[in-house]
């Protein structure tokens, strides 16, 4: 995490670095420049980030200490295409803080900014988001299983017998599946059988949570229908 507090009278900025998350620091470095640019204690700090990895802790912290924090859609960030390949934390932080002068001062084309959502509204998502990445690696396990057997010229339904299958199958000289390879599969197979009971779990309990989500009219109705309907039954190597 790095800050960079300037005065207001075109004083040159001043840069420090600080480690992700180390909030003492943070209000350590800024009383230093409040002290620095002979600003009182109590005078006002606006600050920004761009919407990412690090959510949003760090704004309700700041607005919680009395910082007018923005966050900023980083998509929506203007950019100098002359100077696009000029990429630096040290050049961007340069251009946040040019761009948060501006938006300070009321230009709002500079970026757009994000709506922070409550501590209630972002949990709530928490379920819906991990439906869709369990089902993000269902399919990825059974497109998996399907190119192994692919490799080896095989055709077979994945079904509840997959495993007894395995067993059986002969590969295009007669021989038996090779033991690594079977062997693999297996291991592949019960990490399917984890993520199954995983989305089973995760259908319960958004229907639990969410029970008339499905008869609801508009996108957020569809969306929640396919999470909800999703068929829980495996799929045949020819789906």
């Avoid at 009395?66 to 251009?95: F, M, Y």
Wanted: some cysteine; hydrophobic content about 35%.
């Amino acid at each position: 995490m790095e800050a960079r507090v300037r005065g207001g009278d075109g004083t040159t900025p001043r840069l420090c670095q600080i480690p992700a998350g180390a909030v003492s620091a943070l209000e350590n470095q800024i009383a230093r420049a409040k002290r620095r640019f002979g600003l009182p204690a109590e005078a006002p700090v606006v600050s920004c980030y761009e919407a990412g990895r690090d959510g949003f802790w760090l704004h309700r912290y700041l607005l919680a200490h009395g910082i007018t924090n923005h966050v900023a859609d980083s998509s929506s960030i203007e950019v100098n295409r002359r100077a696009r390949r000029a990429k630096s934390d040290r050049l961007d932080l340069g251009g946040l803080l040019s761009l948060l002068a501006r938006y300070v001062q009321g230009d709002r084309r500079v970026w757009r900014v994000v709506r922070v959502p409550t501590v209630d509204e972002e949990d709530a998502r928490q379920l819906p988001r991990t439906l869709e990445t369990v089902t993000a690696d269902r399919t990825r396990l059974i497109n998996r299983l399907k190119g192994l057997l692919v490799t080896q010229g095989v055709s077979m339904r994945i079904g509840k017998d997959f495993l007894e299958q395995l067993e059986t199958v002969r590969l295009w000289d007669g021989t038996p599946m090779p033991a690594g390879l079977r062997e693999r599969l297996a291991r592949d197979w019960a990490q399917l059988q984890n993520v199954e009971t995983q989305l089973r779990e995760a259908k319960a309990g958004l229907t639990l949570r969410q029970p008339d989500a499905v008869t609801r009219p508009g996108a957020r109705s569809r969306s929640y229908r396919h999470a909800c309907d999703w068929p829980h039954r495996l799929m045949d190597a020819g789906d």
